[in-house]
Nanobody, 123 residues
Framework: QVQLVESGGRQVQAGDSLRLSCVLS????????MGWFRQAPGKEREFVAV????????DYRDSVKGRFTISRDDAKNTVFLHMHNLKVRDTAVYYC????????????????WGQGTQVTVSS
């Protein structure tokens, strides 16, 4: 019933900025903490950022702190990932997840996932 759709991924150059979006439909957006994860070739899916249901709490993996910002717009049922000073190592498929109970970094705690959007950072 819940559907998540990511958008915004594309090829950019190192140092560029990009904004990813994820729209939730089917249930009340404010029931869920929203997270961003990514998976690069040859690596496991890894946590990027999460925002609580009310937007009051956020968390980031160390390698993106100071460069990425997660936010949510409840009126549009949308969570964003603002990415700045992108690096080649940020290249990955980025996934949006929704967690009904948890505001956590563990992908296993998320109830729903989008199909992903590709971000490619070239040097």
């Amino acid at each position: 019933q819940v559907q998540l759709v990511e958008s915004g991924g594309r090829q950019v150059q190192a140092g560029d900025s990009l904004r990813l979006s994820c729209v939730l439909s089917g249930r009340a957006f404010t029931d869920y903490a929203m997270g961003w994860f990514r998976q690069a070739p040859g690596k496991e899916r890894e946590f990027v950022a999460v925002i609580s249901r009310n937007g009051g709490n956020t968390d980031y993996r160390d390698s993106v702190k100071g460069r990425f910002t997660i936010s949510r717009d409840d009126a549009k049922n949308t969570v964003f990932l603002h990415m700045h000073n992108l690096k080649v190592r940020d290249t990955a498929v980025y996934y949006c997840g929704a967690s009904y109970i948890f505001t956590v970094q563990d992908a296993g705690k998320y109830d729903y996932w989008g199909q992903g959007t590709q971000v490619t950072v070239s040097s």
